[in-house]
């Protein structure tokens, strides 16, 4: 069972309002992944960490931040919400061995709605 | 462009029998294959893989085969249940290229008829 968790789940805000997405995981994993998602396409991969002070942007642009100070935390920030920034906002982390080939450990998401 | 295809935003299946869920890749570097599973409010969960050195590979219900000459990899669940409707995404990496070299498909929506 993976231990990974997100907050909030549902959040509807207005524009230009700052937002913090966090997660944390419990299973001690190095490296951990934020995904971007709208119904109907792909996880699009946003930011990324391998480490604590480590960061690093995603294949998708996004004017989301992130911060890595504790190993087990990884949120995520938007400093003036949009409309355009409604979507689903998906957390992910991995050891070493299943890092290798791509096998994550997902949160349940967090569901952002800018009004 | 979309180097991860599923044609199939949709599929229903009547439950106790076989589910086919298609996946189409166009890079040739992808050596490892993955499916993960999403309920609705849900993030998604580790499946399936194979490695492009298999051709088959089987875990209980689930069965995922590769055709590397056709660049298309296929999820078969046998006998399909009602806990089975969800949505299935195929995911593509290289090996050694890490999560973050993961590219996943749109994701196909399996329906259970009871």
């Known amino acids: 069972e993976a231990d990974i968790y997100q907050t909030p789940r549902y959040l509807v805000i207005g524009t230009g309002k700052k937002i913090t997405l966090e997660c944390s995981q419990t299973m001690g994993h190095d490296k951990m992944y934020w995904y971007q998602q709208d119904p109907g396409m792909e996880l699009h991969l946003i930011h990324y960490?391998?480490?604590?002070?480590?960061?690093e942007k995603g294949d998708l642009s996004s004017e989301s931040t992130v911060s890595r100070i504790r190993t087990e935390h990884f949120p995520l920030t938007l400093e003036s919400a949009r409309p355009s920034h409604t979507s689903q906002y998906l957390c992910?982390?991995?050891?070493?061995?299943?890092?290798?080939?791509?096998?994550?450990?997902f949160g349940e998401g967090s569901r952002l709605t800018v009004l | 462009d979309q180097q991860v295809k599923q044609n199939s935003p949709s599929l229903s299946v009547q439950e106790g029998r076989i589910s086919i869920l298609n996946c189409d890749y166009t890079n040739s570097m992808f050596d490892y294959f993955l499916w993960y599973k999403k309920y609705p409010a849900e993030g998604p969960t580790f499946l399936i893989s194979?490695?492009?050195?298999?051709d088959k590979n089987e875990d209980g219900r689930f069965t995922v085969f590769l055709n590397k000459s056709a660049k298309h990899l296929s999820l078969h669940i046998v006998p399909s249940q009602p806990g089975d409707s969800a949505v299935y995404f195929c995911?593509?990496?290289?090996?050694?290229?890490?999560?973050?070299?993961?590219?996943f498909g749109k994701g196909t929506h399996l329906i259970i008829q009871p």
């Open positions: 992910a982390s991995s050891d070493e061995g299943s890092f290798y080939h791509g096998e994550l450990f």
């Open positions: 194979i490695s492009s050195i298999k």
């Open positions: 995911a593509a990496s290289r090996s050694g290229g890490g999560a973050d070299g993961l590219t």
């Open positions: 960490s391998y480490g604590v002070n480590s960061t």
